[in-house]
C-alpha cells in the first residue's frame, strides 16, 4: 500500500488547520468544512484549542489520496509549542509549508523552513488566503525567495486575487527551468544541447523535490477550496511515498503520549521497518540496546484510516498507529532497534516559573497532574522542592504558561497561578577541583571512599564520567552507586543551576567488604552498602566545585528584528533600553534589518514594547542561540531541592540523621 506520512507547518494563523479541514472535506472524509473561529475542527480536539483558536498538540487523521493512504498531523504554529513540531518532524516523510498572501513570511515559518531543509525533508509551499483582502503574488513569492530558499518553483500563478473569486491557475512557471537546472548538471547539459522536452522537466521537478533540493510553490484558500485540487495533486506525485521493510527487525519513534479514559497510557508511533503485533513484547526507551532497555507487551493497536483510527491486530513499516500496554512509555522512545538519527531539532526550554495552587488545592494531586502533563511534553521540565511544597516548571513562554493553567482547571479541576517567570540559568565549572573523602568513622559515617576531580570541558558536551582507578578494585555496582549520584547530585549547582559541561573523574575509591560476626547474619555496620556511596559522593562533590568555582551563565536569543526604516531612530533606544545592542544594522529599500542578541528573560518584553516605535509593523524573529555568563546584576540564585550538600552539618542530619565531623 502507498502511504505517506505528511506535516501541515506554518507561522499561527497562516491557516494549516483550516487547510486540514478543506483537505478531509477533498478526499471526502468529512461532509462539513470545520471552522477554527466556532471551534469545529476535526484536528483542534481540546477544549483550549478552540477556545483559542490555536492548535496546542499534534493531531493525526487519516484520508485516502487515489490510491494511497496520507496520514495527516496537523502541529502548533505558536512558537511556545515547537517541541510538538519537533516531535512531528521525526516521522514525516514529507510536509506543506503553508505561507499567508497578506501577512507573507513571518518569523515562525523562517524557523521551520531552516529546520525542514536542515533535516532534508521534501517540502510543498501553499501560499494561502488569495481570496483575502490584501493578498499578494509577486511580493510573497519574492519573500520566499529572500527570506525562505531561493530554490522555489512557482506551480500556479492567481487571478483574482484579493476577492472571494479569486483562483489559482496551474502551470509550471518560466523560472523552473533556471531552478531545476541549477540542480542537475545533467539537465543543464541536455538544456543547452535544445534536448529538454516537458517530461524530462518533470521527471527532474518529481526527483530534486524528493531529495529536497527544490520547492513548488503553490496558491489557493483552504477557505473557497481554490487551489487544493492542485496541491492534492502535488502531494501525490511529488512527495516521497514511506518506506520500510515489513520483514525487517521492528524499529520505530514514539512521538505522542496521551492518557485514554481509564488513565492509561497511549503512545503514538511510527514504525520505519518490521511488522509490530498484538502481544508481542518489545524492548523500548532512549539509551542501551535491545537488551538492556525495558520491555512491554502491547495489548491493543489502532491504525489510522479514512479519518478515523481502527482496531488492528497489526502495524507495519510506514504506519503509524496508537499503542497500549506500555505503561513506562516516554516521549521520544525507540521502539525496537534504535535508528541512528538526531534527538533533539529545537533547544530546550530556557524559562521556568514557580506554579501556585489556589485556595483548597491538595498538593499531591497538583503534583500527579503536572507529571502527566510532563509525559505529554518531555521538553516541559518540573522540579519539585519538598520542604517549601513548591513545583517549578521550565517552559519555552508566557502563552504555553496559560495552557498549563487552563489544562489543570479544566481537565483535573486545579485553580492555579505562576510566579513572574525567570531564566533557566546554567552553572559551568571555572576551573579544576578536587576533593577525596576516605572510610573513617571520625571524618563520616559513611563506610566508603571516594575522591573525585571536576574538570570543565568545551561547550555542549554536557557531562563525562570516568574513572582513574582500576575498575576491579570493588564491586561494580559501587561505582554505578557514584556516577548516578554525580549526575543527580550536578542537577544543582553552587548556585542552585544545573551543571554542565565537565569531566567528572573518580581519582578514589574504596570500601568494606561484606563481614558479618562469627555465625551471624550481615552486619551493615561492618560493611558497605551503596547507600554509604550515594550518601558520600554529594559532599565530594560540591566541594570538589567549591574548589573549581562555577560561572552562572544565562541563555542568550539570537533576534532578528525587521521594521520599517524610518522607524530605525525609535527602535534603538527601546533595545539599549533592555540592554541590547544589535550586531548589524542593514537598511533594504524601505525595510532596515537589525540582528543581535538578547538575554532570553526580555525577549517577552521586547515582543510587548515592539509594535510601539514601529507602527505595529515591527517584526521579531528569535531562537535560542547561547548561554553567556552572567555579568549584570545580582547574581541569580536557585533555592535548593536536595538535602543541602552544601551545607555539610545539615547534610548529614538529613541524610543519616545523625551529625558528623
Excluded at 20 to 41: C, N
Excluded at 321 to 334: F, N, S, V
Excluded at 461 to 468: K, Y
Excluded at 601 to 618: C, I
Aim: hydrophobic share 40%; proline share 7%.
Amino acid at each position: 500500500m502507498h502511504l505517506l506520512n505528511l506535516g501541515i507547518l506554518a507561522h499561527v494563523d497562516a491557516g494549516k488547520t483550516s487547510l486540514t479541514e478543506r483537505l478531509l472535506h477533498s478526499a471526502g472524509v468529512i461532509d462539513r468544512i470545520g471552522s477554527v473561529d466556532a471551534g469545529s475542527t476535526r484536528t483542534d480536539t481540546l477544549a483550549l484549542e478552540r477556545r483559542r483558536g490555536i492548535t496546542i498538540k499534534a493531531a493525526v487523521v487519516s484520508f485516502p489520496l487515489g490510491g494511497a493512504t496520507v496520514n495527516l498531523i496537523d502541529t502548533p504554529g505558536h512558537p511556545d509549542f515547537i517541541a510538538e513540531v519537533e516531535r512531528a518532524l521525526a516521522v514525516l516523510d514529507g510536509a506543506v509549508l503553508v505561507v499567508s498572501a497578506v501577512e507573507g513570511v513571518q518569523a515562525q515559518t523562517r524557523v521551520l523552513m531552516r529546520t525542514l531543509q536542515r533535516l532534508r525533508i521534501p517540502t510543498l509551499i501553499f501560499v494561502n488566503k488569495i481570496d483575502r483582502s490584501g493578498a499578494r503574488e509577486a511580493e510573497v513569492l519574492r519573500a520566499i525567495s529572500a527570506r525562505l530558499t531561493p530554490s522555489i518553483v512557482p506551480m500556479a500563478t492567481t487571478s483574482g486575487l484579493g476577492t472571494p473569486d479569486a483562483r489559482a491557475v496551474t502551470g509550471l512557471s518560466p523560472s523552473a527551468l533556471d531552478v531545476l537546472t541549477g540542480q542537475d548538471d545533467e539537465l543543464l547539459a541536455e538544456y543547452l544541447e535544445g534536448e529538454i522536452t516537458g517530461p524530462r522537466l518533470r521527471t527532474a521537478l518529481v526527483a530534486q523535490t524528493r531529495q529536497a533540493l527544490v520547492h513548488p510553490v503553490y496558491f489557493g484558500s483552504a477557505i473557497t477550496g481554490a487551489g487544493v485540487d492542485a496541491l492534492l495533486t502535488g502531494v501525490m506525485e511529488l512527495l516521497p511515498p514511506a518506506d520500510g521493510d515489513p520483514a525487517e527487525p521492528v524499529s520505530g519513534t514514539v512521538f505522542k503520549v496521551e492518557r485514554g479514559p481509564a488513565g492509561e497510557k497511549i503512545a503514538y508511533a511510527r514504525m520505519f521497518s518490521g511488522t509490530l503485533r498484538v502481544r508481542d513484547r518489545i524492548p523500548f526507551g532512549r539509551d542501551g540496546g535491545p537488551d538492556t532497555r525495558p520491555e512491554g507487551r502491547v495489548t491493543a493497536i489502532s491504525v489510522f484510516d479514512h479519518g478515523t483510527d481502527t482496531p488492528a491486530d497489526s502495524v507495519p513499516a510506514g504506519r503509524i498507529a496508537r499503542l497500549w500496554g506500555l505503561a513506562d512509555i516516554r516521549i521520544g522512545d525507540a521502539l525496537g532497534e534504535p535508528r541512528k538519527t538526531q534527538e533533539h531539532f529545537f533547544a530546550p526550554p530556557t524559562l521556568e516559573t514557580v506554579v501556585v495552587p489556589g485556595p483548597g488545592v491538595d498538593h499531591r494531586a497538583l503534583h500527579l497532574a503536572l507529571a502527566q502533563l510532563a509525559e505529554q511534553d518531555p521538553l516541559i521540565g518540573l522540579r519539585h522542592d519538598p520542604v517549601r511544597r513548591e513545583t517549578s516548571v521550565s517552559l519555552y513562554g508566557e502563552v504555553q504558561k496559560e495552557v498549563v493553567q487552563a489544562t489543570l482547571a479544566e481537565e483535573y479541576g486545579l485553580d492555579v497561578t505562576f510566579r513572574a517567570t525567570t531564566p533557566l540559568c546554567i552553572e559551568r565549572p571555572a576551573g579544576r577541583g578536587a576533593a577525596v573523602e576516605f572510610n573513617k568513622k571520625d571524618q563520616n559515617p559513611f563506610l566508603a571512599t571516594v575522591g573525585l576531580r571536576v574538570d570543565p570541558a568545551p561547550v555542549g558536551s554536557g557531562v563525562d564520567f570516568r574513572l582513574e582507578v582500576e575498575l576491579g578494585s570493588m564491586p561494580y555496582a559501587f561505582f554505578k552507586a557514584v556516577e548516578d549520584t554525580v549526575r543527580e547530585t550536578l542537577g544543582e549547582g553552587l548556585h542552585g543551576w544545573q551543571v554542565t559541561d565537565c569531566t567528572v573523574t573518580m581519582t578514589h575509591a574504596g570500601y568494606s567488604p561484606r563481614q558479618s560476626h562469627a555465625h551471624q547474619r550481615f552486619d551493615k555496620s561492618m560493611s558497605s552498602t551503596g547507600a554509604d556511596f550515594r550518601g558520600l559522593t554529594p559532599l565530594v562533590l560540591v566541594e570538589a566545585l567549591r574548589r573549581a568555582g562555577t560561572v552562572v551563565h544565562e541563555p542568550m536569543h539570537r533576534f532578528r528584528v525587521e521594521a520599517p526604516a524610518d522607524t530605525l531612530g525609535a527602535l534603538l533606544p527601546l533595545l539599549a533600553g533592555l540592554g541590547v545592542v544589535p550586531e548589524s544594522t542593514d537598511t533594504q529599500g524601505d525595510r532596515c534589518v537589525l540582528h543581535g542578541t538578547v538575554p532570553a528573560a526580555r525577549v517577552h518584553t521586547l515582543e510587548q514594547r515592539l509594535p510601539g516605535p514601529t507602527r505595529g509593523e515591527g517584526e521579531l524573529e528569535t531562537s535560542f542561540g547561547h548561554y553567556a555568563p552572567v555579568t549584570h546584576g545580582t547574581l541569580p540564585e536557585r533555592p535548593r531541592t536536595d538535602h543541602n550538600p552544601l551545607n555539610r552539618k545539615e547534610y548529614l542530619l538529613n541524610v543519616t540523621r545523625r551529625v558528623g565531623g
